[in-house]
């Protein structure tokens, strides 16, 4: 398991009585378009607030580039260089879509507060340079002339691009996104698509993806994890685990011959 | 195409160096005019508007930077009124001479190095400033444990909490007593020139990376902290900042009226700045602004309607406390119909007074 830029170790959660996740072990190599799939309530989502130290685990560990994560602020372990984005969209509304993308950029700043206020040349040249890289990453994600709207005024998939611009803005190596398709129509899922393969192979970060629309992921993911009730139930490449009759009876119940999991949406 | 409409043609980015020069020398006229303003007031005004116009600068200072915790970033604290104390008390302690000092503390006598020390104004309102940001950086690390509804209830403590010492370190503070003979050392430059200075830091820092964090963490904190945001410190920052302005307007406040007692720092003046953020519009300094001098004011205009009157042939004797009851229907009215407040969070541009003159476009 050495050299993965993720590691994930016996991973569990306990929410009261329930066990949301049960020793999950997990790895994403640098490099990687992987994706982690399971029927509602898997744990998917946990699986991701667990590792961006939103949640605290009730054990097992995470090792990312070999540093434990455990314990850590969720602004420390974005700041180590993982971004996410999130299942319900929660962008800054009342800012604008350039400042949404700005904001990703402050946790980098080198410049004190004082520096900022004074306006001295160390802060305006990192400002001025976050304006150009915040304009680029929305060209990027194909929001380039919506830079001085209102985000909360952006249609659904847009505003889907805006949070992974913004979680791009952070410099992360991996990228968690959470349902990144939910809500686009077809043409704005193949534009996604296309987006994150982007960048994957330009940009060299590695993605780690939870997503409902099995042609997206089947099409996109060189590997799959399949959750359900918190223990993975399959791995491997998606032609694998589409006919794997475990990740069969999970979607659809006992009984059914056929894969229901080619194309289509689940 | 008019001049004004040329110049601010609206490109991509409103925030082009021309346009940033050309706002820099507006902003330096307005300060001298306002400057004009206020030397002609000073001479030519009576004393009583003098001191109405250095109150409501000290409302300024008070409103804009208790704007910058509650408005900007989101969290509902209630505590003012123990940072302006922390000021006064400072400020005064320093200021008063020895010899007052013996004669005040009747009960007990003073302590020992505040009782020798004798500072001018200015340094002791910088270390008036700094003790209450230092005050409120120790307070910060229980308080921001909390948000929303909690917050509140346990800024609110600590503001009680420094009442009651306030009233009880009779060594220090001289107790129900008080401080008496604070020399009167504020005037109208003092009171605005501190509130430019507010001014300039606070909107400064909220047209910054900064302001964009702190903005960030009001929106969604969750997601400020998932972008990089340590949403505590950043907290710490705008919350010692604001008692830092707030501690040195508590200080020119204790040498404008020139006694100051726990009594005066109850909740209610935390309330009255409340109430001044949020008609004039939480998160907008234009709005803390434009609510700190209408409020300073107004509460003086309303004194017409406590004067007996004659209104259409009948005889109205004055009732005293009528300007309360005026002033909460003008309060119900306020939030009926502009539930931001005046402003909501918009702020004033030369941009858009540019527009207003120039073209009659709308905000820009």
């Keep these: ?266 | 195409m008019s001049l004004a409409g040329r110049i601010f043609k609206a490109g991509p980015l409103p925030d082009a160096a021309g346009t940033r020069r050309r706002d820099t020398w507006l902003t330096l006229a307005a300060c001298a005019l306002g400057g004009g303003l206020l030397w002609l007031a000073e001479n030519q005004a009576g004393g009583y508007v003098v001191h109405m116009l250095t109150l409501s600068g000290l409302f300024v200072v008070l409103a804009v930077s208790y704007n910058l915790i509650n408005g900007f970033t989101g969290q509902f604290s209630l505590e003012p009124n123990a940072f302006v104390a922390c000021g006064a008390y400072v400020t005064a302690l320093l200021t008063i001479s020895p010899l007052e000092k013996e004669a005040s503390f009747i009960l007990e006598p003073l302590i020992w190095p505040l009782s020798v020390i004798h500072l001018p104004l200015l340094p002791a309102l910088l270390i008036a400033g700094l003790c209450t940001a230092l005050m409120a950086f120790v307070m910060g690390f229980p308080v921001f444990r909390v948000r929303g509804d909690y917050l509140a209830i346990v800024t609110l403590g600590f503001g009680e909490v420094v009442r009651v010492v306030a009233n009880n370190a009779q060594s220090v503070t001289n107790g129900p007593l008080g401080l008496k003979g604070i020399a009167h050392l504020t005037n109208l430059w003092w009171a605005w020139g501190l509130a430019g200075a507010t001014l300039f830091v606070v909107v400064r820092l909220v047209h910054s990376s900064y302001g964009r964090a702190l903005k960030a963490i009001r929106e969604d904190e969750t997601a400020a902290e998932a972008m990089g945001i340590n949403a505590f410190w950043h907290k710490m920052l705008a919350f010692t900042l604001s008692a830092f302005f707030e501690g040195m307007a508590g200080g020119l406040l204790a040498h404008l009226i020139t006694t100051i007692s726990p009594s005066l720092f109850t909740f209610f003046m935390t309330f009255n700045l409340l109430i001044i953020i949020v008609v004039g519009g939480l998160g907008s300094t234009t709005g803390a602004v434009l609510g700190a001098i209408l409020f300073t004011f107004g509460g003086e205009w309303l004194r017409v309607v406590e004067e007996p009157a004659t209104l259409f042939g009948l005889d109205i004797p004055g009732i005293p406390g009528m300007r309360m009851v005026v002033f909460s229907l003008i309060l119900v009215g306020v939030m009926l119909f502009a539930r931001q407040g005046i402003l909501g969070r918009n702020e004033f541009s030369w941009r858009w007074l540019l527009a207003r003159l120039g073209m009659g476009r709308g905000r820009a």
């Design chain 1, 1 to 266: 398991m050495s050299g993965a830029l993720l590691e994930i170790e016996g991973l569990s959660c306990r929410f009261g009585g329930l066990l949301a996740l049960d020793s999950l072990d997990l790895a994403v190599e640098p490099g990687a378009l992987a994706g982690l799939i399971g029927p509602n309530g898997a744990g998917k989502t946990t699986c991701f607030n667990l590792i961006t130290g939103r949640v605290r685990p009730s054990g097992g560990n995470v090792r990312f580039q070999g540093r434990p994560l455990a314990g850590l602020r969720p602004s420390r372990v974005n700041r180590l260089g993982v971004a996410r984005t999130f299942q319900n969209i929660r962008l800054f509304d009342d800012l604008t879509v350039l400042e949404n993308v700005l904001v990703g950029f402050h946790g980098r700043l080198k410049a004190n507060f004082l520096s900022a206020i004074l306006r001295l040349p160390a802060y305006a040249r990192e400002d001025r340079r976050m304006h150009d890289r915040g304009l680029e990453l929305l060209d990027l994600v194909g929001l380039g002339r919506l830079g001085q709207e209102r985000a909360s005024n952006l249609a659904y998939g847009q505003q889907r691009l805006l949070e992974i611009a913004r979680a791009l803005a952070t410099g992360p190596r991996l990228l968690l996104l959470d349902e990144p398709a939910a809500g686009m129509n077809p043409n704005e899922t193949a534009a996604l698509a296309r987006l994150v393969r982007r960048l994957r192979d330009d940009m060299g970060i590695s993605v780690l993806l939870i997503e409902h629309d099995m042609h997206f992921v089947m099409n996109l993911c060189e590997s799959l994890t399949v959750l359900d009730h918190g223990r993975v139930i399959a791995r491997g490449a998606p032609r694998e685990v589409q006919s794997d009759p475990a990740v069969i009876e999970a979607y659809l119940g006992a009984g059914l011959e056929t894969a229901p999991l080619e194309g289509g949406h689940a």
